[in-house]
């Protein structure tokens, strides 16, 4: 299925294209709310600034596609494949990711304010800063997530639920974007998290539970405790 053909489509009405093949389909600043994409072949798409708000991407596979600065507000990414996948900028407030596999995901700037990210695979993901804008996961649900070898970039996980979470040699970055913002776990809950050989010096943890933590060779200098 080729852009007009889904696009025509959708404006009269149709809204499921589930497990539809859109192999590097251009849909960049297509309005498509709530459409039902579970399933489909998205991959090396090009989706940017599109508006996804509410729809539904459950397993589908969105390999090395482009989402900068896609809304995809409380959208449906259960078990999506987005490896490699740019989503600098996206907004993913509220959407669920549960299971979602985001190994080597750009996710600079991104906001994940209350997303559920339970289980997913953030393996060597990028959360650092996007120009001034810092990527927010305040509030979010990240319990038995894999967030090694992350770059945490100066995100904001305040209050975030990161309950035996693995984030070893989890690290800051060096850009000039990573060192704009303090990487905020104010609030966090990672009890029985695996924070085993990260960097995390200058780290704000005020207020963080980190019962049964594992720090075994974590760098902690000048991190707030």
């Known amino acids: 299925m080729d852009r007009a053909s889904l696009l025509k489509q959708y404006a009269l009405g149709q809204r499921n294209f589930a497990s539809s093949n859109l192999l590097e389909t251009d849909l960049i600043a297509a309005e498509l709310s709530g459409i039902d994409l579970s399933y489909a072949d998205l991959r090396q798409c090009r989706l940017g600034r599109a508006n996804f708000s509410g729809a539904d991407f459950q397993g589908a596979d969105l390999i090395e596609s482009l989402l900068w600065g896609t809304d995809l507000t409380e959208a449906n990414l259960d078990q999506a494949i987005l490896r490699e996948t740019d ?25 994940l304010a209350g997303a559920t990210l339970a289980g997913a695979m953030l393996f060597d993901a990028d959360l650092s800063a996007s120009d001034d804008r810092r990527t927010d996961l305040g509030g979010a649900n990240l319990q038995q997530a894999d967030l090694s070898y ?47 050989y990260a960097d995390l010096r200058g780290v704000n943890f005020q207020n963080a539970d980190l019962t049964g933590a594992d720090l075994t060779g974590t760098l902690l200098a000048d991190a707030n405790l």
Do not use: M, P, W
């Not at 907004?91 to 985001?102: H, V």
């Not at 996980?157 to 303090?182: E, P, Y």
């Open 87 to 111: 989503l600098t900028g996206a907004k993913l407030i509220r959407a669920q990711l549960s299971d979602a596999y985001l190994a080597k995901a750009s996710l600079c700037g991104v906001n």
């Open 150 to 196: 992350i770059n945490l970039g100066g995100a904001c996980l305040h209050r975030a639920n990161l309950n035996n979470a693995k984030l070893t040699r989890a690290h800051h970055g060096h850009s000039i974007q990573d060192l704009l913002f303090v990487t905020d776990f104010s609030g966090a809950s990672l009890r029985e998290c695996d924070l085993s």
